[in-house]
């Protein structure tokens, strides 16, 4: 679950900030969007190879950086810790979604009517109010909407996981994917695999008719 719930939240957050900030008429924002589309396109093995790079103990980018800022005194391993392990997925993860959730948001931004701000700036509301009163009402749908459709696809999520530390060190990043997977093909319990994918497919269930809802919600 908490792997779950970082990577749809800090998506969403880094995602959302991004979006206000193409949503203005900054000098190369077509560019920009381009550009930060790329970790969305890149296949999930190929950025979970990245990030063990970026993360490896011996010659890894973080390492070396962190160690020339004078942050640590010594090369860390990352991923072969509990207590930075899951933090290491999640910084990984958050960074192939955050782009998808930038351009729903955006997308939902350019259909606020400029006038509204216009309007609620002459009479001395600041960013701020504007932001809390305009912009999130606007855009409720779309964000329970982005939040729900992330949270479905990081609670079924596999592959980065699973490259980078294979559900550990000592099943500090297991997920439902990952334990039902180990259970089934290296443990060789069918049975109990099964039964974690039955209470899989019900939550997902759930999760799906939320969907479902916040999308006729969004409709009418």
């Known amino acids: 679950m908490t792997f779950t719930v970082g990577t749809t939240l800090l998506p969403f957050i880094i995602g959302f900030g991004l979006a206000l900030a193409l949503n203005t ?37 973080l390492n070396a950086l962190l160690e020339g800022l004078g942050a640590i005194g010594a090369p860390q391993a990352w991923l072969a810790h509990p207590d930075t392990a899951m933090v290491a997925v999640i910084v990984a993860k958050t960074w192939q979604s955050f782009p998808w959730m930038m351009v729903m948001l955006l997308a939902g931004l350019q259909t606020v009517p400029p006038e509204l701000y216009e309007a609620a700036e002459v009479d001395g509301a ?30 079924q999520h596999f592959d980065i996981i699973y490259v980078l530390t294979g559900g550990g060190p000592a099943g500090s990043t297991h997920t439902f994917a990952t334990a039902v997977y180990d259970t089934a093909f290296r443990g ?10 039955l209470l899989w497919m019900l939550l997902l269930g759930i999760l799906v008719v939320l969907y479902i809802h916040f999308s006729e919600k969004g409709e009418k």
Do not use: C, Q
């Open 25 to 61: 008429k900054i000098k190369g924002a077509k560019a920009l969007r381009g550009l930060m589309l790329i970790p969305w396109l890149v296949p999930g093995v190929v950025v979970s190879f990245l990030w063990m790079w970026i993360f490896n103990a011996n010659y890894g980018v």
């Open 126 to 155: 600041g960013v701020v109010r504007r932001f809390a009163s305009i912009t999130v009402p606007h855009l409720r749908g779309i964000i329970g909407l982005v939040i729900l459709l992330e949270f479905i696809w990081n609670f």
């Open 188 to 197: 060789f319990d069918l049975g109990m695999a099964g039964a974690l994918g």
